[in-house]
């Protein structure tokens, strides 16, 4: 696969289309499951278990629609704690059917949550060349600081440091705020983006 013509992708989307305002990620009606999903898993020692029983009843209770339900089950199931990646390969094909299914406003948004979560597996499997072609396609169907965080992340497991480098700069030149503020902070606490933070505006 030819990295490079995937980078030149993804700095043509940067350049040409930063000013594309995103829409929020979570829709309002969905944000209070979601957060009660993302608190009970930043207990590192969460129960797997207990986490999929409360997704389940969220979903029952309208907290979260069919999409977010399957995401939220396919991290659990891609977290290094669980590993169980033959699960997650399954949810994201169905979470990709559920989004098509329920269409509307959101479905590039959602279309790019399942290119993140082929892209977060294919990285765990150490198919870095794979992960950056679906990082890069979830970033052409939503511009946002989680999408750009996961390009930067796998552009240095491939050893393309300037690439990486070329890439921050080309965020904080053409990009809103609030984006590249997003990113600045995530190169400054995420440790597999160490080697970025001299470059930090």
Not at 3 to 22: G, N, S, W
Not at 52 to 57: F, G, M, T, V
Not at 116 to 145: N, P
Not at 150 to 179: K, M, Q, W
Request: charged share 25%; hydrophobic share 45%; with cysteine.
């Amino acid at each position: 696969m030819d990295y490079q013509a995937i980078f030149q992708r993804i700095l043509h989307t940067v350049d040409q289309e930063a000013y594309f305002v995103p829409v929020d990620q979570v829709g309002p009606k969905h944000r209070e499951g979601v957060a009660a999903v993302r608190s009970a898993m930043a207990v590192p020692s969460f129960d797997p278990d207990a986490v999929r029983a409360l997704i389940d009843s969220l979903h029952g209770r309208g907290k979260l629609d069919d999409v977010l339900r399957l995401s939220a089950l396919h991290i659990i199931a891609a977290h290094p704690r669980v590993a169980e990646y033959e699960e997650a390969a399954r949810l994201v094909g169905e979470q990709e059917y559920a989004a098509l299914e329920l269409g509307g406003p959101r479905l590039q948004a959602n279309l790019a949550s399942v290119d993140r979560h082929r892209g977060v597996l294919a990285f765990l499997r150490g198919h870095y060349d794979v992960a950056l072609d679906y990082f890069a396609r979830a970033l052409e169907r939503e511009r946002s600081g989680e999408n750009l965080t996961n390009i930067l992340c796998t552009l240095l497991r491939l050893g393309e440091e300037d690439e990486a480098r070329e890439l921050v700069a080309t965020i904080h030149r053409s990009f809103p705020a609030a984006i590249a503020d997003q990113v600045r902070q995530s190169i400054l606490d995420d440790p597999d983006l160490a080697l970025l933070r001299p470059e930090v505006p």
